[in-house]
């Protein structure tokens, strides 16, 4: 029987391009997921090179490499300096970081990652993890889980989704917050607005915003100068925090400039357009479609 594919690595050959990978330099990919980008990574570092690959999901473990130069860390990227001290890296010439969920997650129905199957209300990345969808859908308040949908899903009708949540509660699968929210979602929009919903829970669950955060501004601390920062984002949350951080070297995007005017920013910004997949990439693997590719390159050399 055919091994379902654990994940396909979004704009692969151009992530790894903008990393300018050194033979013998330090790498961190903070989602190893399936391991394609550390793979490509590891192709192209000589004997003297390094590569770390960190994983909240401890069922990447089976994807680790075998590699003496490889080292599989298991744990949430928002450590990422935490780790790399306890591995004895000081620092490092590259981070990559591709923020999408990976076919795992969704092929593995009892995650409840996706309302294409009924299952237990999970969603949590790290399963050692405490708090879970359903702990979020039958214990936060009317008000509080309106903003989650508002915030984090773009949901308009936030304040009467969450409504019909709490008035449909308890709940404890998929099948049933779908069955609650159905009513008041148009037919034609039903699917996109679900994928909204579910995107929501699984960031609130998560926490991702704020670990991306932190990852962001960590990237500062162990970079080496004219080390790459490259990062891969899947919707305009994620996105919008990227793009200010290497614009600016903060998450609010706030310029902060000199005595002659000049933006202080201790990046630079490698590709000032965004990349995302062509159409023949989207056609291999239609999940990359909403991905969008940024590099960022350490100039200045105050850690």
Not at 24 to 30: A, E, H, L
Not at 62 to 76: I, K
Not at 232 to 259: A, C
Request: proline content about 4%.
């Amino acid at each position: 029987m055919e091994q379902p594919v654990y994940h396909i690595p979004a704009l692969l050959a151009e992530s790894i391009q903008g990393l300018a990978i050194k033979p013998d330099g330090i790498y961190v990919d903070v989602t190893f997921g399936g391991g394609g980008h550390s793979r490509a990574i590891l192709e192209r570092l000589g004997p003297d090179g390094r590569l770390v690959g960190m994983d909240q999901d401890m069922d990447a473990i089976v994807n680790r490499l075998p590699d003496a130069r490889f080292t599989f860390a298991h744990g949430n990227f928002a450590y990422l300096k935490n780790f790399l001290r306890y591995y004895g890296i000081e620092g490092v010439d590259g981070i990559l970081a591709d923020l999408g969920v990976s076919f795992h997650h969704f092929d593995s129905v009892d995650r409840g990652f996706t309302f294409r199957a009924d299952a237990p209300l999970d969603m949590r990345m790290n399963r050692n993890a405490s708090f879970s969808a359903r702990d979020l859908l039958n214990t936060y308040s009317e008000e509080r889980l309106a903003d989650v949908l508002y915030l984090y899903g773009e949901l308009r009708q936030s304040r009467r989704l969450a409504a019909a949540i709490v008035k449909s509660r308890p709940l404890s699968t998929t099948g049933e917050l779908v069955n609650a929210v159905r009513p008041l979602l148009k037919a034609s929009q039903e699917k996109k607005e679900l994928s909204m919903v579910f995107q929501a829970l699984r960031i609130e669950v998560n926490g991702e915003l704020d670990a991306l955060r932190k990852l962001l501004c960590q990237s500062l601390e162990v970079l080496n100068p004219g080390g790459r920062l490259a990062v891969i984002t899947y919707h305009s949350l994620e996105d919008r925090l990227v793009k200010n951080f290497m614009r600016t070297g903060n998450v609010e995007g706030k310029q902060e400039k000199d005595f002659y005017g000049r933006v202080n920013c201790p990046l630079r910004v490698v590709n000032n357009k965004v990349i995302a997949p062509d159409a023949a990439e989207v056609e291999r693997n239609p999940r990359s479609r909403s991905a969008k590719l940024r590099v960022a390159e350490l100039v200045s050399t105050d850690k």
